[in-house]
């Protein structure tokens, strides 16, 4: 057994790591990049290193680094974690050469599954059913063109060395494919630096079940089924194990398959094989395809720990150690039912823009396993991936783990950045998904429900005017009103863009009366805590001129500035501003150009999405302030309209 090892990731998978690590009694090594100095899985570790930099290629995909600072703090072993260098050959060689242990596959195992052609052509030989489709090397678009036709629409074109959801076309009708081509392939270009492509089949009603494998190289076991349907634009939003509806024939189908895939590749480690089911068909045993293999640890790996009480990280130490597997097939059983919920910084009303931000709050209630690479304080900075945590529930039946999520969402408190915290507690209350109807259409069939913010609630906005009033705290009563006469004051919080007036009229040193407009909330002071209309208020967080009121899912309402309000609005019509800091990846207007509103104006990637930006007005493009290929922070100038009338 080794004594150290060094994590070569960040946030909650480092954490996550780590934690297991030193139950272990191992020692461990974290490495970051200069903004994750100050992170919480570098204060976890017995040792940190620094890489520098901040963006991944500067810091966390640097091999050579990650390698000399394992040599340096006389690690053993190398954890990757997932992303960054997890499925990366060339580094598990240079890992391996330097006489170092990668807990995980070995190159040539990655290598083999690396492009979903060839991981594809290869499962074909092993008798694994394999979704219909073009795996060919012709990449003459013509020709693909008449392999779409063969295979029949719908298509789907995926890039193969894709991940994540990325280089993806769905092609309905002949005559988009050649633009859709077109796209997937720049898409693939920018993002993997390969732009070959495979045509698929393109399932119908789709749902996407993955099987958790294990193996020592040689034997392999599988752990049971993971459904990931619940997914928006292909990435999952909330997974579940095991998978609703599944028969006991079509699980050991498709364990049977899973474990003849490890084994052809003599896989080692922890690995998830992908298959896609048609819903539209039922769970039949003879209805599943694979799609791909990701040769790591799996983001959604904790539902899985929860129905089978496996640590899967430390089946994964033990293994790279050299110990054999340490569980036989029979050995293995599922209890109960898991779901988790990815929590993102994200603004979904906004179409779901990636968020930063510094979080001023973070709690999670008692009885869910909450996986997080963040604590209060710790700011998402836009160079990484925006997850704040996984929160995951687990109970003896499907339908009690999901009310469990969705009452563990409602008392997750998270201040600081908007979150998809509302949206995944609309998943979780969602009829259909209740009744176990999940494929992976589900989010955008329902999508304006499940986006829409819910209207505040009147006591929640009675609770934000007495805080933004500063009435909430021990301080005398009278504070701050001290100079109206009367004892009367009206403020104004915007809450999802919208601007609500809130006059508070104070009766009596423990009494104020708030008028928000629907309805008049009566607000009293009992031993010292506020109660609105005879309920105790919920908890909030105040930071600067935001109130975060932890009711619902929490409504973050912003004290408007009276006076900063009218030039804002004057310029916001004028200039286009970044909505979240990102890259320039195309501008589609000239200086003196006239414009309609709508019009797209440029395209701007941040974390793994691409975002278009349009005309607020139609008018006359004065000034482009940016070129492709530049990074802009949030909120900065990137196109100004002469004036109205110019
Ligand atoms: P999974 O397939 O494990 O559920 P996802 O589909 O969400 O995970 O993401 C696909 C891969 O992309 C994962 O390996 C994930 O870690 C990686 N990834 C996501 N965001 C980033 C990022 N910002 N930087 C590096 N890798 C990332
Ligand atoms: P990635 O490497 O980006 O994870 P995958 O091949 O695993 O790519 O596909 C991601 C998602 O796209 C799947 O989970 C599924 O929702 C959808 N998908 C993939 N292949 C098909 C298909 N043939 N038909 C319908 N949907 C598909
Ligand atoms: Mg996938």
Same mark, same amino acid.
């Given at each position: 057994m080794f004594d150290t090892i060094l994590i070569a990731n960040r946030g909650e998978i480092a954490v996550r790591v780590i934690r297991t690590a030193r139950a272990m009694g191992l020692r461990t090594v974290a490495v970051h990049s200069d903004v994750d100095a100050a992170a919480q899985h570098v204060a976890m570790a017995d040792v940190a290193v620094s890489l520098g930099g901040a963006s991944p290629a500067e810091s966390y995909l640097r091999g050579d680094a990650i390698i000399e600072a394992a040599q340096a703090t006389g690690a053993q072993a190398i954890h990757p974690g997932y992303g960054f260098l997890s499925?990366n050959?060339d580094f598990v060689e240079a890992v391996e050469a330097a006489g170092l242990v990668f807990i995980g596959?070995?190159?040539?195992?990655?290598?083999?599954?690396?492009?979903?052609?060839?991981?594809?052509?290869?499962?074909?030989?092993?008798?694994?059913?394999?979704?219909?489709?073009?795996?060919?090397?012709?990449?003459?678009?013509?020709?693909?063109?008449?392999?779409?036709?063969?295979?029949?629409?719908?298509?789907?074109?995926?890039?193969?060395?894709?991940?994540?959801?990325?280089?993806?076309?769905?092609?309905?009708?002949?005559?988009?494919?050649?633009?859709?081509?077109?796209?997937?392939?720049?898409?693939?270009?920018?993002?993997?630096?390969?732009?070959?492509?495979?045509?698929?089949?393109?399932?119908?009603?789709?749902?996407?079940?993955?099987?958790?494998?294990?193996?020592?190289?040689?034997?392999?076991?599988?752990?049971?089924?993971?459904?990931?349907?619940?997914?928006?634009?292909?990435?999952?939003?909330?997974?579940?194990?095991?998978?609703?509806?599944?028969?006991?024939?079509?699980?050991?189908?498709?364990?049977?398959?899973?474990?003849?895939?490890?084994?052809?590749?003599?896989?080692?480690?922890?690995?998830?094989?992908?298959?896609?089911?048609?819903?539209?068909?039922?769970?039949?045993?003879?209805?599943?395809?694979?799609?791909?293999?990701?040769?790591r640890l799996?983001?959604?790996?904790?539902?899985?720990?929860?129905?089978?009480?496996?640590?899967?990280v430390?089946?994964q130490i033990?293994?790279a150690a050299?110990?054999?597997?340490?569980?036989?097939?029979?050995?293995?059983?599922?209890?109960?039912?898991?779901?988790?919920?990815?929590?993102?910084?994200?603004?979904?009303?906004?179409?779901?823009?990636?968020?930063?931000?510094?979080?001023?709050?973070?709690?999670?209630?008692?009885?869910?396993?909450?996986?997080?690479g963040v604590r209060?304080?710790d700011e998402?900075s836009?160079h990484y991936d925006?997850?704040?945590?996984?929160?995951?529930?687990?109970?003896?039946?499907?339908?009690?783990?999901?009310?469990?999520?969705?009452?563990?969402?409602?008392?997750?408190?998270?201040?600081?950045?908007?979150?998809?915290?509302?949206?995944?507690?609309?998943?979780?209350?969602?009829?259909?998904?209740?009744?176990?109807?999940?494929?992976?259409?589900?989010?955008?069939?329902?999508?304006?429900?499940?986006?829409?913010?819910?209207?505040?609630?009147?006591?929640?906005?009675?609770?934000?005017?007495?805080?933004?009033?500063?009435?909430?705290?021990?301080?005398?009563?009278?504070?701050?009103?001290?100079?109206?006469?009367?004892?009367?004051?009206?403020?104004?919080?915007?809450?999802?863009?919208?601007?609500?007036?809130?006059?508070?009229?104070?009766?009596?040193?423990?009494?104020?009366?708030?008028?928000?407009?629907?309805?008049?909330?009566?607000?009293?002071?009992?031993?010292?805590?506020?109660?609105?209309?005879?309920?105790?208020?919920?908890?909030? %967080? @105040?930071? !600067?001129? =935001?109130?975060? &009121? *932890?009711?619902?899912? /929490?409504?973050?309402?912003?004290?408007?500035? #009276? $006076?900063?309000?009218?030039?804002?609005?004057?310029?916001?019509?004028?200039?286009?501003?970044?909505?979240?800091?990102?890259?320039?990846?195309?501008?589609?207007?000239?200086?003196?150009?006239?414009?309609?509103?709508?019009?797209?104006?440029?395209?701007?990637?941040?974390?793994?999405?691409?975002?278009?930006?349009?005309? %607020? @007005?139609? !008018?006359? =493009?004065?000034? &482009? *302030?940016?070129?492709? /290929?530049?990074?802009?922070?949030?909120?900065? #100038? $990137?196109?100004?309209?002469?004036?109205?009338?110019?």
């Amino acid at each position: 057994m080794f004594d150290t090892i060094l994590i070569a990731n960040r946030g909650e998978i480092a954490v996550r790591v780590i934690r297991t690590a030193r139950a272990m009694g191992l020692r461990t090594v974290a490495v970051h990049s200069d903004v994750d100095a100050a992170a919480q899985h570098v204060a976890m570790a017995d040792v940190a290193v620094s890489l520098g930099g901040a963006s991944p290629a500067e810091s966390y995909l640097r091999g050579d680094a990650i390698i000399e600072a394992a040599q340096a703090t006389g690690a053993q072993a190398i954890h990757p974690g997932y992303g960054f260098l997890s499925e990366n050959p060339d580094f598990v060689e240079a890992v391996e050469a330097a006489g170092l242990v990668f807990i995980g596959p070995s190159a040539g195992a990655i290598r083999k599954m690396g492009l979903k052609d060839a991981a594809k052509q290869l499962m074909d030989q092993a008798g694994v059913p394999v979704v219909p489709g073009y795996l060919g090397a012709d990449q003459d678009p013509g020709h693909l063109e008449v392999e779409a036709d063969r295979v029949g629409y719908p298509v789907l074109i995926k890039a193969v060395a894709g991940g994540g959801g990325k280089g993806m076309r769905l092609v309905e009708r002949p005559e988009e494919f050649v633009d859709a081509l077109e796209r997937a392939k720049a898409e693939a270009r920018t993002a993997f630096g390969n732009d070959a492509v495979l045509i698929e089949k393109y399932i119908q009603r789709p749902r996407h079940i993955e099987l958790q494998v294990f193996g020592d190289g040689t034997r392999a076991v599988h752990l049971f089924e993971r459904d990931c349907s619940l997914q928006r634009r292909h990435q999952k939003v909330i997974e579940e194990a095991p998978a609703p509806g599944m028969t006991p024939e079509m699980r050991a189908a498709m364990g049977a398959a899973a474990v003849r895939a490890a084994e052809a590749i003599g896989y080692r480690g922890a690995g998830t094989v992908e298959f896609i089911v048609d819903a539209a068909d039922g769970l039949r045993p003879d209805g599943f395809w694979f799609m791909e293999m990701n040769t790591r640890l799996q983001v959604e790996h904790p539902v899985t720990e929860a129905i089978t009480g496996v640590d899967l990280v430390e089946w994964q130490i033990r293994v790279a150690a050299g110990a054999p597997l340490p569980a036989t097939q029979e050995e293995l059983s599922i209890t109960g039912h898991a779901f988790e919920a990815r929590l993102y910084a994200e603004d979904v009303p906004a179409g779901f823009l990636p968020a930063t931000g510094r979080l001023t709050h973070l709690a999670f209630p008692e009885g869910l396993r909450a996986d997080s690479g963040v604590r209060a304080g710790d700011e998402i900075s836009p160079h990484y991936d925006p997850m704040i945590a996984k929160v995951i529930a687990h109970a003896p039946t499907r339908d009690v783990a999901l009310r469990k999520l969705a009452r563990g969402l409602r008392d997750t408190q998270v201040a600081g950045t908007v979150t998809n915290l509302a949206f995944l507690g609309a998943l979780a209350e969602h009829d259909g998904f209740a009744a176990g109807e999940v494929d992976t259409g589900l989010i955008a069939r329902d999508l304006d429900d499940l986006a829409a913010l819910p209207a505040p609630e009147p006591s929640a906005l009675a609770l934000a005017a007495l805080v933004a009033a500063g009435l909430d705290g021990p301080a005398h009563w009278a504070q701050g009103f001290t100079l109206w006469q009367p004892l009367e004051r009206s403020l104004r919080l915007s809450v999802g863009g919208a601007v609500q007036s809130v006059i508070l009229r104070v009766d009596g040193p423990d009494r104020v009366r708030i008028e928000t407009g629907t309805k008049t909330v009566m607000a009293e002071r009992r031993d010292g805590a506020w109660y609105l209309d005879g309920v105790r208020a919920a908890a909030h %967080a @105040r930071a !600067g001129a =935001v109130i975060t &009121v *932890f009711s619902g899912f /929490g409504t973050r309402f912003e004290i408007v500035d #009276p $006076l900063a309000q009218q030039g804002a609005a004057e310029e916001g019509a004028a200039l286009t501003l970044a909505p979240m800091p990102g890259r320039v990846v195309s501008l589609h207007v000239r200086a003196g150009q006239s414009v309609a509103e709508g019009d797209r104006l440029a395209v701007l990637e941040a974390m793994k999405m691409e975002h278009g930006l349009r005309a %607020a @007005r139609d !008018g006359v =493009v004065a000034e &482009v *302030f940016v070129a492709e /290929g530049d990074q802009v922070d949030a909120g900065a #100038p $990137l196109i100004r309209l002469e004036e109205d009338g110019a």
